[in-house]
């Protein structure tokens, strides 16, 4: 079966009214996996917040306890004393005004941006060019800190970020389509938790109005919010 057939022969399957356990959905994504790669299996948390509001929107970072085995580039805005401890735990980039030039010159691409506090004069001159890529450090998410080496450490082991986008939707990535359903439940209960933790204090009403979670090749499928209220 060709995959375009494949895939909406299972979506077919779906009942877009039922709410589907992580069990139920690692069944349907394995019977409907593409054959050439592990697919990613990723999250949308919709909040009943105001994304329009800044002191409503939602923004943070999580360490999962089941690493998703991506292999994170990243740049650290930092001293020379904290140099050594950066490289040590696997910055790819260390340093101050001439990494920023790297960066201007548009020569360095990386998935992540951390620095230390003293740092941020010279990184806020490179807003126009780290805001548009998400890149910008920031404390709310950990990565405008002075705790440099564990900040690297975790970001390399898989800390995720995240953030609402206009819809008031957080999106990411929590696990592949091999991991079984206890890694893809710790993953997801871990996520949920951060974001129900960072609960803006001016947001009433709902706060998770619906989860959904999909693989790379495979539908969509609802969960009960309510079970992780």
Do not use: W
Not at 71 to 78: G, H, P, R, S, Y
Not at 92 to 120: R, T
Not at 158 to 179: P, R, T
């Amino acid at each position: 079966m060709k995959t375009s057939k494949k895939r909406q022969a299972y979506q077919d399957m779906i009942d877009d009214r039922q709410f589907y356990s992580v069990g139920e959905a690692l069944d349907i994504f394995s019977k409907s996996k593409s054959k050439n790669f592990d697919e990613s299996i990723d999250i949308a948390i919709n909040l009943g917040i105001d994304a329009g509001k800044s002191d409503e929107n939602v923004r943070g970072s999580v360490a999962l306890p089941n690493s998703l085995g991506k292999d994170i580039k990243l740049a650290v805005f930092t001293d020379s004393s904290n140099e050594k401890e950066a490289k040590d735990n696997g910055a790819d980039f260390v340093g101050l005004e001439e990494l920023a030039e790297e960066f201007k010159k548009d020569n360095i691409k990386v998935d992540l941006v951390i620095a230390s506090q003293s740092a941020m004069k010279i990184v806020g001159q490179l807003g126009q060019i780290l805001g548009p890529k998400g890149l910008m450090p920031s404390p709310k998410n950990g990565t405008v800190t002075d705790n440099i080496g564990q900040a690297v450490k975790e970001a390399k082991s898989g800390k995720v970020l995240f953030k609402n986008d206009k819809g008031g939707i957080i999106h990411g990535c929590i696990a592949k389509v091999s991991f079984d359903e206890n890694q893809v439940s710790e993953n997801l209960n871990v996520l949920i938790d951060e974001v129900k933790r960072l609960k803006p204090a001016s947001t009433k009403g709902v706060y998770i109005k619906d989860i959904f979670i999909s693989s790379t090749m495979g539908p969509g499928l609802k969960l009960n919010a309510g079970d992780y209220i």
